[in-house]
């Protein structure tokens, strides 16, 4: 039986913000995802106001599994549902690339590990949340709490002088 997926192409918009410091004179930072995907070039400028440019970075597909209808429950029902976006350091002039946008919080923690990505949770548009929520209400199989048994030790297992194979004595008689 296969597994149920659902995509969505978002695009995601970034800003490049300058910073008062002698080691880094600016930093790159998620702050949107629109719907659809856009007709432009990755990193394609969109305008600048008060020395903040913004930028669109490029496309990324959202996809759901119907096996971790869970998490997705959890970011459906939030007070404010969102769209994950990473973005890698690399060797390019930017210094930034797009690696991804999830709707999965799980996910996005896995990279937040590495303290080399740029990790940021942006609004989720309301197509998208419309889209969620009735994936999840379709696929979503609440699952009960089960809790593992475990075996109860044998505290005398492990007691010395029981069971030992003890050495022959001596006949020196």
């Known amino acids: 039986m296969a597994a149920i997926v659902e995509k969505w192409t978002v695009s ?6 300058p910073l008062k410091s002698v080691w880094q004179p600016f930093e790159w930072r998620p702050v949107a995802v629109l719907p659809a ?3 432009a070039e990755p990193w394609t400028p969109l ?3 008060g020395g903040v440019s913004r930028w669109f970075a490029g496309t ?3 996809v759901l599994f119907e096996k971790e209808t869970q998490v997705y429950k959890h970011n459906v029902e939030a007070q404010e549902p969102a769209v994950y976006i990473v973005m890698r350091k ?5 210094g930034v690339d797009l690696l991804l946008a999830t709707i999965d919080p799980g996910e996005a923690h896995a990279h937040a590990d590495s303290g080399d990505d740029i990790l940021e949770a ?3 548009p309301p197509e998208i949340h419309a889209w969620m929520g009735d994936f999840v ?3 979503h199989v609440e699952r009960g709490f089960w809790k593992r048994k475990r075996d109860r030790a044998d505290p005398e297992a492990l007691a010395v002088g029981r069971n030992r194979i003890r050495p022959a004595e001596d006949d020196d008689e």
């Open 47 to 49: 305008g600048e106001e």
């Open 122 to 124: 942006v609004p989720m």
């Open 12 to 17: 995601v918009i970034v800003e490049k913000r």
């Open 60 to 62: 990324s597909e959202l």
């Open 37 to 39: 995907p856009v007709a």
């Open 90 to 94: 690399d060797a390019s002039e930017r």
């Open 137 to 139: 209400a379709k696929h």
